[in-house]
């Protein structure tokens, strides 16, 4: 059974850092991409940033390119989120999401979630 | 940037048929696929590559997708199946994109 399992959220100041967590179980983490999704209070989903299978591609969303990096542990099976510069708009549920293929660029989906953990800026 | 519009809102009668829409430039040259999130829950894949189901989605979902309309419809509609319905797909220059968002109400 596929797991993923986001730590890491809580209260950030505007201007300040937080990093997230998403530990995986149940499959060959090492060979599939893996993404982390947002969801505003009350608003629609948005793609924050994916990373290729071993670690190699990043990308991200314009919203975040610059403050926020992406990283993966293969040997700990675990995905992580460095934010920095927190601003208020990036108040959010931050959902783990695991690719179906390694790579990243091209018309692939995400075929398991975690639960999300919830950031909240505010000062 | 890539956009991809869906209505706000559709209702739908027990046993009825639902059909949601997502419209893009030029959808139809692209892979659609679907997350169903019920209230308070995470998105669930419902369907992928405009029309292909996972196993645990039910058959009374289908997909298409052509010129620039994509469209997720749910036959038969239960009760279980209100919830949020978001489409997405990947586009070169913006990565990874989702629709607006459908929230299907059951009456």
């Known amino acids: 059974e596929v797991l993923l399992l986001e730590s890491g959220g809580g209260l950030g100041q505007p201007g300040g850092s937080l990093t997230l967590s998403c530990e995986a179980s149940g499959f060959r983490f090492g060979e599939y991409a893996m993404s982390w999704v947002r969801q505003a209070p009350g608003k629609g989903l948005e793609w924050v940033s994916s990373?290729?299978?071993?670690?190699?591609?990043?990308d991200y969303a314009d919203s975040v390119k610059g403050r926020f990096t992406i990283s993966r542990d293969n040997s700990r099976n675990t995905l992580h989120l460095q934010m920095n510069s927190l601003r208020v708009e990036d108040t959010a549920v931050y959902y783990c999401a695991k690719d179906r293929a390694v790579t990243i660029r091209g018309g692939d989906h995400f075929d398991y979630w975690g639960q999300g953990t919830r950031v909240t800026v505010a000062s | 940037s890539y956009v991809l519009a869906q209505p706000p809102s559709v209702s739908v009668a027990p046993g009825e048929t639902a059909r949601i829409t997502c419209g893009g430039n030029n959808i139809g040259t692209k892979s659609v696929h679907w997350y169903q999130q019920r209230s308070g829950q995470a998105p669930v894949l419902v369907i992928y590559?405009?029309?292909d189901r996972p196993s645990r989605t039910p058959e009374r979902f289908s997909g298409s997708n052509s010129g620039n309309t994509a469209t997720l419809t749910i036959s038969r509609v239960e009760a279980g199946d209100e919830a949020d319905y978001y489409c997405?797909?990947?586009?070169?220059?913006?990565?990874?994109?989702f629709g607006t968002g459908t929230k299907v109400t059951v009456l």
């Open positions: 990373i290729r299978g071993g670690g190699s591609d990043k």
């Open positions: 997405q797909v990947w586009d070169l220059r913006s990565g990874h994109v």
């Open positions: 590559f405009d029309s």
